[in-house]
């Protein structure tokens, strides 16, 4: 299985910083990388897909980079409404696997 | 638009089965698969498997294979999923997903709470 290390696993941001999430992949696997918003008692909601397309509506302070095994998820200018766990997602083969999440809170 | 209506909360002892349905609306049913995530309390996400809408095949995650059951009602396009003899570790919320690689569509989650 290919596991997805994600960090950190917390982070506390003040309002207008720039948010850096990573996510390491165990092999490559190609483009085949999401990056998922998941707020409390809510379903996850896809952000990002194939590294770095956007998912309609989502806003473009959002953006997603990397290749092979190392990936990221940019806030540009962290909003309070981004306050939620985010989630890699590696869809390259079977079992499709998740990184352990990242939480992030306003400073 | 695209949505995912998923049964609501189950209460069911350890040995018991339960049987999670996630109704899709929106779009052609048998054209996307439905993927099956689960999410124990307070820990992230893990995927369970999937299905394919047209021919009913069933993919299920090592992690999971002997206890879980996925199915269709075409007729109402609605995917199912069961899971038999309960576990109080098997309490969580399942999550139905539309795609068979990205998964841009989420039902809202099904709670499963399993104790004596």
């Known amino acids: 299985d290919i596991q997805m290390t994600q960090s950190p696993s917390s982070l506390s941001a003040s309002v207008g910083d720039r948010v850096t999430i990573t996510c390491r992949a165990s092999q490559g696997i190609s483009n085949y990388l999401a990056w998922f918003q998941q707020k409390p008692g809510k379903a996850p909601k896809s952000l990002i897909y194939?590294?770095?397309s956007l998912q309609s509506g989502v806003p473009s302070r959002f953006s997603g980079s990397g290749s092979g095994t190392d990936f990221t998820l940019t806030i540009s200018s962290l909003q309070a409404d981004d306050v939620a766990a985010y989630y890699c997602?590696?869809?390259?083969?079977?079992?499709?696997?998740f990184g352990g999440g990242t939480k992030v809170e306003i400073k | 638009q695209v949505h995912l209506v998923q049964s609501g909360s189950e209460l069911k002892k350890p040995g018991a089965s339960v049987k999670v349905s996630c109704k899709a609306s929106g779009y052609t049913f048998n054209e996307y698969a439905i993927n099956w995530v689960r999410q124990a309390p307070g820990q992230g996400l893990e995927w369970m498997g999937w299905i394919n809408t047209n021919t009913g095949t069933p993919t299920y995650a090592q992690a999971f294979t002997g206890r879980l059951v996925f199915s269709l009602d075409k007729s109402v396009n609605t995917a199912y999923l069961q899971i038999s003899s309960l576990k109080a570790e098997d309490t969580a919320v399942y999550f139905c997903?539309?795609?068979?690689?990205?998964?841009?569509?989420w039902g809202q989650g099904a709670q499963v709470t399993v104790s004596s």
């Open positions: 997602h590696q869809y390259y083969n079977t079992p499709q696997t």
């Open positions: 997903a539309r795609g068979k690689y990205e998964l841009p569509f």
């Open positions: 194939s590294v770095s």
